[in-house]
């Protein structure tokens, strides 16, 4: 019996954070342990949220209960928004904790900051997820946070090369899934003829990049699959944390699960800590869930997107700032028609037989 | 699309209050909506828990701003452990405004106050529970809730039936249903021969009883059926939770969701308020989701029971205050092994085929 501890945002109404993750899990046959970062009415999208952000001290209240209890022995943890450096502190801490007790964790670290260029946590959070990339088996940055961990700005292939290595190398992330990448002109000549979606339907398509690191290969080249999906129309919440709820959920690897030797000291792939195991890279595990998540988020959304289109015409009106602006409740209609519909797509979410968009090996990536 | 509004504790571990109560909502089909009245590490059955209240300042924030963004619209009402009287003061208006937007609403309130003589709750929440017995569809107050909520001591048969006559009529509660209830000898001896349990099982028997008010009968008379169920091993925490949330689920009556007319004034239904509909009465309604919610209940603690029983001895021993007293992890390792085993025992959750315990009319309940 499999057991997730999930470290996310609580909204009371729809389904972004926690309530896009938990129930997912659930359906998996994973018991959750929810420890909610904030407890919010909505997500942020709608023009009024209101709540209150859980503090360090409560945290952290919770989480020594918890292990006094001895109630802090999950097999894998999920982390999501955390909006604060104090509270994201306290996690990072509980992380170490947790990899103490059991060197085998698979943690997914989803460092949710931002997207599109617009930082939407405090800054002095960055340094932060900075030094909690070696404790994770998987990260889920998008495009955004890629940039904003790295510092390198993605602008040409060689860009998207050097940002992988620093994270594989420098970070010690075993391994690195960034989906819902645009695809740009520069991005889309240089995929492989078995990743480049056709002709004709290139224009709605976004990319899903899965890179494993490869402990056997000196230069830090990793071992990278990738998939072109196409990309539904407006914008929905919570996919992202969706995406790495099922990721999480349907990774399977031998390498943390059956046990593998604590790795101490400064091996290649070790981080300097003589006590904490060092998460390992698992390419075939990472692809296979890859697949599985992003099938599943895709007929997720695609099931959400139908229903949409079936709603009173006050809640499918398209994204219009200036028609917003002078009515405010447009766009809080709009939010509503637009959350997952996760309750009423429940037989997608279990599903993993025939996963329609299997990840490609991209063989000459480092070519 | 039916949405529920859900006003429960939280725990990040476990299967208490909300935890289990979202997550069988959820497989039934309903969006649910979640409000936390607090946040713990776990329940107050382990030797220790910690975490936060929600104050009804906290509360009021976030049920304004759901309100000004039109997202308390909810078809059904759920309340659970609410443990102090300003936040419940709070949540009694909201349900309040709940019910001004849809006289439809189905309101199940589970006046969780304490149990076996015990109250857990601050006093002062009492008169309160009481000023909202009016506004619900259904309660599931538990022996000694009932007790705390008419001031009549239940010692024998005719106590019984004072208390209903005082929640049907005095507080114009039109659906009450009381699980658990132990099968005292006074009890057996005046349950109808369709409802006792055979001579050979008696001793490990509760009884639970489901009463409608009757509209149309003057003496306050309800229309009552009853089962009695055996009786599983030990004690396990949420499962009055879990029996709320799966009657609300499963209760279906016509004459709240087709639209009933308003009774206004003093009718004999009516509580004086011009404004708030009265919600109605279902004896047929009522006796299936309760047989339903009975049932599946029943399923879930044996599936948890016999779960427990293949544990490591640690987390199954049995009930002892004094080892616990030598051993404070004791106490905290045996409810570990009690925790509703609500996500193996999923497919459990779903099924409405042939249930196990159906309640039978009581015909001569006020005989």
Redesign the interface.
């Known amino acids: 019996?499999a057991r997730v501890l999930s470290v996310q945002s609580?909204v009371?109404?729809g389904y972004v954070g926690g309530?896009a993750a938990v129930?997912p899990l659930?359906?998996l046959?994973?018991?959750?342990?929810?420890?909610?970062t904030v407890?919010?009415?909505?997500h942020s999208g709608?023009?009024?949220?209101?709540?209150?952000k859980?503090s360090a001290k409560?945290l952290n209240?919770?989480?020594?209960?918890?292990e006094?209890?001895?109630?802090l022995k999950q097999d894998r943890l999920l982390t999501g928004y955390i909006p604060s450096s104090e509270p994201l502190a306290a996690i990072a801490d509980v992380v170490r904790r947790l990899k103490l007790k059991n060197p085998n964790l698979v943690y997914l670290l989803d460092p949710v900051m931002g997207d599109a260029g617009c930082l939407y946590v405090a800054p002095d959070v960055i340094p932060i997820y900075r030094s909690m990339l070696p404790l994770a088996t998987i990260i889920t940055p998008n495009w955004f946070e890629v940039e904003t961990l790295t510092q390198v700005p993605l602008v040409d292939f060689p860009s998207i090369r050097r940002a992988l290595k620093i994270l594989h190398t420098e970070y010690k992330v075993p391994n690195v899934v960034i989906s819902s990448i645009p695809l740009y002109s520069w991005l889309l000549v240089v995929l492989p003829p078995t990743i480049r979606p056709s002709e004709s339907t290139v224009p709605p398509h976004l990319l899903c990049i899965a890179s494993a690191a490869d402990i056997g290969n000196q230069d830090g080249n990793s071992r990278v699959s990738a998939r072109a999906i196409p990309q539904i129309p407006g914008y929905f919440s919570g996919v992202g944390d969706l995406f790495s709820a099922l990721l999480l959920g349907h990774y399977r690897s031998s390498r943390t699960e059956a046990g593998h030797e604590e790795i101490k000291g400064n091996g290649i792939n070790g981080f300097g800590n003589g006590h904490i195991a060092t998460p390992m890279s698992d390419y075939g595990a990472l692809t296979s869930a890859t697949t599985l998540a992003l099938s599943t988020t895709h007929a997720v959304l695609s099931f959400t997107h139908k229903r949409t289109l079936g709603l009173p015409e006050l809640e499918r009106l398209p994204t219009d700032d200036e028609a917003d602006a002078s009515e405010p409740?447009r766009r809080?209609?709009r939010m509503?028609g637009r959350e997952l519909a996760l309750?009423?797509a429940?037989h997608i979410l279990t599903r993993t037989d025939e996963p329609r968009f299997e990840l490609v090996p991209w063989g000459d990536f480092w070519a």
Chains 1, 2 share one sequence.
């Open positions: 019996m609580h009371a109404y309530k129930f659930q359906l046959g994973y018991d959750v342990d929810v420890v909610n407890n919010f009415s909505n709608y023009a009024r949220a209101g709540g209150t859980t409560e209240m919770i989480f020594n209960i918890m006094l209890n001895e109630l409740l809080t209609r509503r309750i009423q429940q």
